[in-house]
């Protein structure tokens, strides 16, 4: 079938070829956009994390001069 | 009460906050260093691997295969829908494979690299469906033949693939979900090849592809179409592994958080 098929010239076949790589290019943008927006939530809930831990651990200090106070 | 036996008292219920409070100043890389994601492992250079792959593709792609006879420069196409296609097909078979891995051990770890195998042939099967639509348009005129073979199979496991993560998700109980997901996984997976060989026995219709095998390929067109092959399946490892540092990062941190949370402040 393809025999019967002249080849497309150059600028008519140029935007097909263009087409298939960007959409090969915008497959992996689109799933690094994807990672990116996750580790910036990764970031967010580390540094809650980091926060509660300090706060905990400001919580305790007290508590621990007044246990060798005593 | 003296101080000693009160430390002493307090010792059990101190034990985790402590360990908690330094798991997290480990994950901040202040303290010690934290423990190792097993995923991470080998990624940049895999990375590197992969861009360097890619670029090399590309270039023999536009710089060293010849133009072919019949389509001229559309079919450059093919050194990036084949590819796609069978990186997917082999990435839904790997997805099963796994699935029985995880049926035999029960490890929790290989439910996840399935369903992640899956996930990124998945992708990679929308990349084939639409730069296929393209080739299709540019050497036939329309963007979709019903009547061939091959498209239609691709579109069918294309299709039962993309029910994969509804069904997965649509149970509650983890357990249960892996073990359907599995079971899913090897079903489908073993659907891909039989479909292949079904649309190769297929002498009814021929698929108007450019070669009716690799094997009558062109010396420089075949090597580029391995290149491109293996730059593919480079690109879908390293997804694979991102996918899966980013899922065991997750589960870190909410396995963190919810021993923060259990500790009274």
Known sequence: ?70 | MTPSASRADRGGADQIPGQARKTALHAQGRHDRPAPNPYVRGLRPLSLATALAMTLALGMVFFYAPLEAEQGFLQKIFYVHVPLAIVALCGFVLGGLLAIVYLRTRDPRWDMRSYVAIHISLIFAVGTLITGSIWAKGSWGHWWVWSEPTLVSFLIIFLLYATYQPLRFAIEDPERQARYAAVFAITAGAFVPMNYVAVNLSTAYVHPRVFSSTSNLPGSMALTLLVSVVAMALLFTTLCKYELTAKHTRFQLRALRRRLLEEPA
């Open chain 1, 1 to 70: 079938m393809l025999a019967e098929i002249p080849a497309l010239p150059l600028h008519t076949a140029g935007k097909y070829v263009a087409a298939a790589y960007v959409v090969l290019f915008a497959i992996v943008l689109i799933y690094v956009a994807i990672m990116a927006l996750r580790l910036r939530h990764v970031e967010r809930d580390l540094a809650e994390l980091v926060q509660m831990s300090e706060r905990t651990e400001q919580a305790d200090e007290p508590a621990a001069r007044e246990m060798t106070l005593t």
